[in-house]
């Protein structure tokens, strides 16, 4: 194999964290597809429609920084470094 086709295919591995995410993104993106009515949000007295579909992407978003965030924080109170790829 010529040294073009070496490069292009070395350290191109998917982990499982990875597989994981992509099946929870594709599950994320039919569920969101599929929810396009609109919806009343009532907070502390106001009122507003919004999509469905763009609620639950942002409740996904915010579940996802936040879930980062917390595990950031566990990992820097334990004192644990990054694990090196």
Do not use: C, H
């Amino acid at each position: 194999m010529s040294e073009f086709g070496k490069a292009a295919t070395e350290g191109k591995r998917i982990s499982a964290r990875g597989v994981i995410a992509i099946i929870i993104l594709i599950i994320a993106v039919v569920f969101m597809a599929q929810n396009t009515t609109d919806v009343t949000i009532k907070v502390i007295g106001y009122s507003f429609e919004v999509w469905l579909w763009a609620l639950i992407l942002v409740v996904f978003l915010l579940g996802m920084f936040l879930g980062g965030a917390v595990r950031a924080g566990v990992r820097k109170l334990r004192g644990v470094e990054k694990a090196p790829k």
